[in-house]
């Protein structure tokens, strides 16, 4: 059974909160009494001063009205002192607005409530962002506060096609979360799908960005990430533009961009703020890095343990030579140091940043140096370990290098295992598992697997800005002109 808006009911749902502000108010000379909800600390003060409780005190066309009903339409017609006034008569929605830092004024005969937001909550300041470092453009990124962030887009784009959604994810936490994309440029079948998996989320709390991320992708069994985040608001603006659509989450100090291939993740938004050449260097850069760090680790088992011949003579004889005193494998150095390798990388995110930092170095130098000298590990396998891991360290998204991570101590396995034959499975396996991921109809690999022409000047290389005059077609089926 629906409930119905009175104060009775409110109090004694919240009988139990300290921080919920319950007080009645008396309107007129006929005794008119209304009743204020909010969350102490979520409104502001100095707000709900100035434009609830002294208009309702000293206004004089207040003080003659007979009904509730007179002076609710008073209110809303132009008597309220706060730009946003809304009327509200669902109770679900009414707690919503309480609980999110609006004040309700509650009108019990008309069981309806009018609802102010004085919203003036402690918010962390915009700052430079943390994980995209910027060396040559905009310095602001993304916070906790979805409305902050939505403003950031906002400011970027101030085109009257910009559509934010805002919906509410969660039984008990009721997180908000806006969807925004241009409505002339998107494709609305990836919109409403999106709008569809949000809407049908049934989980209590949105803790965490994975509660969120694993609605949304397709494939979840896959370690690549099908969606992308990013801190900075002049990236998502670009996204936007592109077709592509924008998922805020309150809580969350970065937003979503879908679709997502794997040519974004590899991307940097200093590409664009660069001369092409040098951007065009950079990204290669990156995709000979990826190879390496996949490749690299397992490529030196392989050939040390199945297929010497492979290496020149010199090469292979000092390779042998500083194995001479070490009485592991090839296989197992390399898998061994891999393995230190994560551990490294864990310790030095979990603890502090100033033992962390100090925990690396100690970790990476002392110990790396010690065991050669213990003959615990070959210089070689040193050197090869570590030139894969600063490797992957080059990729601009962190949740792709978590997967490039991944699958490279897997393909070293398989170098364990089977030498170049298992090297060459594993990376048949990985083209496959690869290309056959579809993001919202789009193929994860694209450009590279399609045909179509209008992206392949923004892949591995950056070509002009002039060059870029459509966009996917796949992405945003009706408008593809980007400029003329």
Same mark, same amino acid.
């Given at each position: 059974?629906? @409930?119905t808006?009175n104060s009775k009911?409110?109090?004694e749902?919240f009988v139990?909160? %300290?921080?919920?502000v319950?007080r009645?108010?008396?309107?007129?000379?006929?005794?008119?009494?209304v009743?204020?909800?909010?969350?102490?600390?979520?409104?502001?003060?100095l707000m709900? #001063?100035?434009?609830?409780?002294k208009?309702l005190?000293?206004?004089?066309?207040?003080?003659? !009205? $007979?009904?509730?009903?007179e +002076?609710?339409e008073?209110?809303?017609?132009g008597?309220a002192?706060h730009a946003?006034?809304?009327?509200v008569?669902?109770? $679900?929605?009414l707690?919503?607005?309480i609980l999110s830092?609006?004040?309700?004024?509650?009108?019990?005969?008309?069981?309806?409530?009018?609802?102010f937001?004085v919203?003036?909550?402690?918010k &962390?300041?915009?700052?430079e962002?943390?994980?995209?470092?910027v060396?040559?453009?905009?310095?602001?990124?993304?916070i906790e506060?979805m409305?902050t962030n939505?403003?950031l887009?906002r400011r970027?784009l101030?085109s009257?096609?910009?559509?934010?959604?805002q919906?509410n994810?969660g039984k008990?936490? @009721?997180? #908000?979360?806006t969807?925004a994309?241009?409505?002339n +440029?998107?494709?609305m079948?990836?919109v409403?799908?999106? &709008?569809?998996?949000l809407?049908n989320?049934?989980?209590?709390n949105?803790?965490?960005?994975?509660?969120?991320?694993e609605?949304?992708?397709?494939?979840?069994?896959?370690?690549f990430?099908?969606?992308m985040?990013t $801190?900075r608001?002049d &990236?998502v603006s670009?996204?936007?533009?592109?077709?592509?659509?924008a998922? +805020?989450v309150?809580?969350?100090p970065f937003?979503?961009?879908?679709p997502?291939?794997? /040519?974004?993740?590899?991307?940097?938004p200093?590409?664009?703020?660069?001369?092409? *050449?040098?951007?065009?260097?950079?990204r290669i850069?990156r995709?000979i890095? !990826?190879?390496?760090?996949?490749?690299?680790?397992?490529?030196?088992?392989?050939?040390?343990?199945? $297929?010497?011949q492979?290496?020149?003579a010199?090469?292979?004889?000092?390779i042998?030579?500083a194995?001479?005193n070490?009485p592991?494998s090839?296989?197992s150095e390399?898998?061994?140091?891999? /393995?230190?390798?994560?551990i490294l990388?864990?310790?030095?995110? &979990?603890?502090?940043k100033?033992?962390g930092t100090?925990m690396s170095?100690l970790g990476g130098?002392?110990v790396g140096?010690?065991?050669?000298?213990a003959k615990?590990v070959?210089?070689? /396998?040193? /050197?090869i370990v570590?030139?894969a891991g600063?490797?992957g360290f080059?990729?601009p998204?962190? #949740?792709?290098s978590?997967g490039i991570?991944l699958?490279?101590?897997i393909?070293?396995?398989l170098?364990?295992? %089977?030498? *170049?034959f %298992?090297?060459t499975?594993?990376l048949?396996?990985l083209i496959?598992?690869?290309?056959?991921?579809?993001?919202?109809?789009?193929?994860y690999?694209?450009p590279?697997?399609?045909?179509? @022409?209008?992206?392949?000047k923004?892949t591995?290389?950056r070509?002009?800005i002039?060059y870029?005059?459509k966009?996917? @077609?796949?992405i945003a089926?009706?408008?593809h002109t980007?400029?003329?």
């Amino acid at each position: 059974m629906e @409930k119905t808006i009175n104060s009775k009911q409110l109090k004694e749902l919240f009988v139990k909160s %300290g921080d919920i502000v319950q007080r009645p108010l008396n309107i007129g000379h006929k005794g008119i009494t209304v009743h204020l909800f909010g969350v102490d600390g979520l409104m502001s003060t100095l707000m709900l #001063d100035e434009t609830i409780l002294k208009p309702l005190t000293l206004d004089e066309n207040l003080k003659d !009205m $007979q009904t509730e009903k007179e +002076v609710m339409e008073y209110l809303l017609e132009g008597g309220a002192f706060h730009a946003f006034t809304d009327e509200v008569a669902d109770y $679900q929605l009414l707690l919503r607005y309480i609980l999110s830092g609006m004040a309700a004024l509650v009108f019990d005969q008309e069981q309806k409530a009018l609802i102010f937001d004085v919203r003036d909550f402690d918010k &962390r300041s915009i700052t430079e962002p943390s994980d995209e470092g910027v060396m040559k453009g905009a310095k602001d990124s993304f916070i906790e506060v979805m409305r902050t962030n939505t403003v950031l887009i906002r400011r970027r784009l101030k085109s009257e096609f910009l559509v934010m959604e805002q919906l509410n994810v969660g039984k008990l936490s @009721k997180t #908000d979360i806006t969807i925004a994309y241009l409505s002339n +440029v998107a494709d609305m079948d990836t919109v409403n799908r999106v &709008r569809d998996t949000l809407q049908n989320i049934d989980i209590d709390n949105v803790s965490t960005p994975a509660f969120i991320e694993e609605y949304l992708v397709d494939n979840k069994k896959s370690i690549f990430p099908q969606i992308m985040y990013t $801190q900075r608001p002049d &990236r998502v603006s670009a996204n936007l533009t592109d077709g592509r659509v924008a998922v +805020v989450v309150d809580g969350i100090p970065f937003v979503y961009i879908l679709p997502c291939q794997m /040519v974004m993740l590899m991307q940097s938004p200093e590409d664009y703020a660069n001369h092409f *050449f040098i951007g065009s260097s950079l990204r290669i850069i990156r995709y000979i890095a !990826m190879i390496l760090t996949i490749f690299l680790p397992a490529f030196y088992i392989a050939a040390t343990t199945y $297929q010497n011949q492979m290496l020149p003579a010199e090469i292979a004889l000092s390779i042998q030579k500083a194995k001479q005193n070490v009485p592991f494998s090839s296989a197992s150095e390399v898998l061994g140091l891999l /393995v230190s390798f994560e551990i490294l990388i864990e310790a030095g995110l &979990r603890l502090p940043k100033t033992v962390g930092t100090a925990m690396s170095i100690l970790g990476g130098l002392v110990v790396g140096q010690s065991a050669v000298e213990a003959k615990l590990v070959s210089p070689t /396998v040193v /050197v090869i370990v570590a030139l894969a891991g600063i490797a992957g360290f080059i990729l601009p998204n962190q #949740d792709l290098s978590s997967g490039i991570r991944l699958t490279r101590f897997i393909m070293a396995v398989l170098a364990a295992i %089977g030498g *170049f034959f %298992g090297m060459t499975a594993g990376l048949i396996l990985l083209i496959t598992h690869l290309c056959s991921l579809d993001n919202y109809g789009v193929a994860y690999m694209s450009p590279f697997v399609d045909v179509e @022409k209008s992206n392949h000047k923004d892949t591995l290389f950056r070509f002009p800005i002039k060059y870029f005059t459509k966009r996917s @077609k796949k992405i945003a089926p009706e408008n593809h002109t980007k400029q003329k």
